[in-house]
T-cell receptor, first 113, second 113 residues
Framework: GAVVSQHPSWVICKSGTSVKIECRSL??????MFWYRQFPKQSLMLMAT?????????EQGVEKDKFLINHASLTLSTLTVTSAHPEDSSFYIC?????????FGQGTRLTVV | AQSVSQHNHHVILSEAASLELGCNYSYGGTVNLFWYVQYPGQHLQLLLK??????LVKGIKGFEAEFIKSKFSFNLRKPSVQWSDTAEYFCAVRGGGADGLTFGKGTHLIIQP
């Protein structure tokens, strides 16, 4: 099946710094990718829909200025957590879809100290 | 907004036991329904999906699910579980014009040898 690669798998950063997470579809082109966030013992929550060549669509309650999404090519979307704070610590997961199903990255564990 | 409810957060079974995990969703229109599995340390993987047609859907690894529209349910079943089925199981729904998936909170399944 199709593969979605997410990098890094984990990152620790200092409060106030920014962190970039990459999501790549390795063997197919994805005009749309999705970013999810998962808190401990909770479900994945959709943060935003990343559209190639256009602005991302954010879910209600997600700060677009804090979570910057760029989808510059059909195989790459990036999520930048700007001015990170401890409450941004979470598990971030991206997905990309071909015509029939969504494929997920392995996730990025972000810890802000 | 749509929501997905998984009734069992933790399930412990012995090998060869039968499994049924409940999933109910709230949206009344046309939906696409999914079950994903996440083995420890791995990506989310699609077990099965329902878009239309036969409401009894067969997936990988012997899993199946039945879409009952009148009950807004999409329960996952397996006649005889194996130790290797130990994992986290997520029900997800797409509908109402939303592009991304709405996930349930997940069910942690533990199979005892």
């Amino acid at each position: 099946g199709a593969v979605v690669s997410q990098h890094p798998s984990w990152v620790i950063c200092k409060s106030g710094t920014s962190v970039k997470i990459e999501c790549r579809s390795l063997d197919f082109q994805a005009t749309t990718m999705f970013w999810y966030r998962q808190f401990p013992k909770q479900s994945l929550m959709l943060m935003a829909t990343s559209n190639e060549g256009s602005k991302a669509t954010y879910e209600q309650g997600v700060e677009k200025d804090k979570f910057l999404i760029n989808h510059a090519s059909l195989t790459l979307s990036t999520l930048t957590v700007t001015s990170a704070h401890p409450e941004d610590s979470s598990f971030y997961i991206c997905s990309a879809e071909d015509n029939t199903e969504a494929f997920f990255g392995q996730g990025t564990r972000l810890t802000v100290v | 907004a749509q929501s997905v409810s998984q009734h069992n957060h933790h399930v412990i079974l012995s090998e060869a036991a039968s499994l049924e995990l409940g999933c109910n969703y709230s949206y009344g229109g046309t939906v696409n329904l999914f079950w994903y599995v996440q083995y420890p340390g791995q990506h989310l993987q699609l077990l099965l999906k329902y878009f239309s047609g036969d409401p009894l859907v067969k997936g990988i690894k012997g899993f199946e699910a039945e879409f009952i529209k009148s009950k807004f349910s999409f329960n996952l079943r397996k006649p005889s579980v194996q130790w290797s089925d130990t994992a986290e199981y997520f029900c997800a729904v797409r509908g109402g014009g939303a592009d991304g998936l709405t996930f349930g909170k997940g069910t942690h399944l533990i199979i005892q040898p």
